[in-house]
């Protein structure tokens, strides 16, 4: 079983950054694969950002490319996203999962999800 807790979200204007965390526990995290997904009102859940047991990346380039930077420590079984240049398009509630294995873009493909945080970036 695996908890995890988002913290860092908040209102920020367009143009100011923010630090997402994610703090798992379990024994488990430096094996598994950890995803940041997004989930703006009335839209669908988006995938962000990835990053495998390896501190391999993946982003999703169309929405987040040279902005947002993603990042773990093992030893504080903590995941991050630094989200730069924010834009008002950012808003969302923003959700971190984990699953063992690759980096999956889709959503269903991950076993343990936080309960969100809202990010909201004023223009």
């Known amino acids: 079983q695996v908890q995890l807790v988002e913290s860092g979200g908040g209102l920020v204007q367009a143009g100011g950054s923010l630090r997402l965390s994610c703090a798992a526990s379990?024994?488990?995290?430096?094996?598994?694969?950890m995803g940041w997904f997004r989930q703006a009102p009335g839209k669908e859940r988006e995938f962000v950002a990835g990053i495998d047991w390896t501190s391999r990346t993946t982003y999703n380039e169309d929405s987040v490319k040279g902005r947002f930077t993603i990042s773990r420590d093992n030893a504080k079984t903590t995941v991050y996203l630094q989200m730069n240049s924010l834009k008002p398009e950012d808003t969302a509630v923003y959700s971190c999962a984990a699953r063992f294995g690759m980096v999956k873009t889709e959503s269903d493909e991950y076993d343990y999800w936080g309960q969100g945080t809202q990010v909201t970036v004023s223009s």
């Open positions: 379990g024994r488990t995290f430096s094996s598994r694969t």
